[in-house]
């Protein structure tokens, strides 16, 4: 099966690996992105990570995570707004040029959802839903083990549910959107604590923080028990930053969806994300492997 190099690109830092057929990571780099963060920028750096990470050249393909949209091919971004001038960037061609190895591209949040289901918590499971709570909220649906990204590569945008219509403006353009309840931010401006603080006065069992927590809950049973109805999953795995407190918020939201499903699910989980900021090269790594040597 060989080795494949994986890079997950992002707004502030790139980071890369090498990775054999069983996940193990043979080689590792972190740079910062180049500012400005242009696609020429971007492209000669991510050429010389792959070179360093394999100047031996015994890879056999590339995987790349992107902070934007994705055409259902993996060869095209369409669109990246945390980096300088990218629209419809034709990345895995020119990343396929300057390297010579054969290249996929996958949304970030898409492919953390992706190393989770092939190394992580949600390893034992074909059908997936994974949630990503930090600056935003993304996620990923993965059936069969396989990520799922609909007829143009642009579905699983999970943060961008309307969860209120009359809620806060979003930054996509709508309104009340799921982000700008249980992001970060959200959680900040609707507590008043920055969420990390929020996690720590909760630990010390401090009642007010505690029900803060189980309102995030609530808010997320509510999102979570639609898609569980229409996509019925074996787990939902929540991930970013946010999820460091999901002890104070899964079992509400847990509650929350045994309440409103439509049959009762007792095989359903709920999980904690385990590979941290490593999920999205992993699951670069895996789409890489899925692609070019199934």
Same mark, same amino acid.
């Given at each position: 099966?060989?080795?494949?190099?994986?890079?997950?690109?992002?707004?502030?830092?790139?980071?890369?690996?090498?990775?054999?057929?069983?996940?193990?990571?043979?080689?590792?780099?972190?740079?910062?992105?180049?500012?400005?963060?242009?696609?020429?920028?971007?492209?000669?750096?991510?050429?010389?990570?792959?070179?360093?990470?394999?100047? #031996? %050249? &015994? =890879?056999?393909?590339?995987?790349?995570?992107?902070?934007?949209?994705?055409? @259902? !091919?993996?060869? *095209?971004? /369409?669109?990246?707004?945390?980096?300088?001038?990218?629209?419809?960037?034709?990345?895995?061609?020119?990343?396929?040029?300057?390297?010579?190895?054969?290249?996929?591209?996958?949304?970030?949040?898409?492919?953390?959802?992706?190393?989770?289901?092939?190394?992580?918590?949600?390893?034992?499971?074909?059908?997936?839903?994974?949630?990503?709570?930090?600056?935003?909220?993304?996620?990923?649906?993965?059936?069969?083990?396989?990520?799922?990204?609909?007829?143009?590569?642009?579905?699983?945008?999970?943060?961008?549910?309307?969860?209120?219509?009359?809620?806060?403006?979003?930054?996509?353009?709508?309104?009340?959107?799921?982000?700008?309840?249980?992001?970060?931010?959200?959680?900040?401006?609707?507590?008043?604590?920055?969420?990390?603080?929020?996690? #720590? %006065? &909760? =630990?010390?069992?401090?009642?007010?923080?505690?029900?803060?927590?189980?309102? @995030? !809950?609530?808010? *997320?049973? /509510?999102?979570?028990?639609?898609?569980?109805?229409?996509?019925?999953?074996?787990?939902?795995?929540?991930?970013?930053?946010?999820?460091?407190?999901?002890?104070?918020?899964?079992?509400?939201?847990?509650?929350?969806?045994?309440?409103?499903?439509?049959?009762?699910?007792?095989?359903?989980?709920?999980?904690?994300?385990?590979?941290?900021?490593?999920?999205?090269?992993?699951?670069?790594?895996?789409?890489?492997?899925?692609?070019?040597?199934?």
């Amino acid at each position: 099966m060989g080795s494949v190099v994986a890079i997950d690109l992002g707004g502030t830092a790139i980071k890369a690996g090498r990775y054999d057929g069983q996940g193990r990571e043979l080689a590792s780099a972190t740079i910062a992105t180049p500012r400005p963060s242009t696609p020429a920028a971007v492209l000669a750096a991510l050429s010389a990570l792959v070179a360093g990470l394999d100047p #031996e %050249r &015994a =890879a056999v393909a590339l995987g790349v995570g992107v902070p934007g949209l994705v055409d @259902v !091919g993996g060869r *095209l971004v /369409y669109t990246c707004i945390n980096l300088d001038g990218w629209r419809d960037v034709p990345l895995a061609r020119l990343l396929e040029e300057k390297t010579g190895l054969a290249t996929v591209l996958g949304n970030d949040a898409n492919l953390a959802g992706l190393g989770e289901n092939w190394l992580g918590s949600a390893s034992r499971f074909g059908h997936v839903i994974f949630i990503t709570l930090g600056t935003g909220v993304g996620g990923s649906l993965i059936h069969n083990r396989r990520l799922f990204t609909g007829a143009h590569g642009l579905g699983g945008e999970l943060g961008h549910l309307v969860f209120d219509p009359r809620g806060p403006r979003c930054n996509c353009g709508s309104s009340g959107c799921l982000e700008q309840f249980i992001a970060a931010p959200a959680i900040a401006r609707r507590f008043g604590l920055d969420p990390a603080v929020l996690g #720590e %006065r &909760a =630990a010390a069992g401090d009642p007010q923080a505690l029900e803060c927590w189980r309102q @995030v !809950g609530r808010d *997320l049973g /509510y999102a979570l028990v639609g898609l569980v109805n229409l996509l019925d999953p074996e787990a939902v795995v929540i991930g970013g930053g946010v999820s460091k407190s999901c002890p104070y918020f899964l079992p509400e939201a847990e509650a929350e969806i045994d309440r409103r499903s439509i049959i009762k699910r007792p095989w359903l989980q709920l999980l904690q994300a385990e590979l941290g900021n490593e999920a999205g090269c992993i699951g670069a790594a895996r789409l890489a492997f899925l692609t070019f040597t199934s």
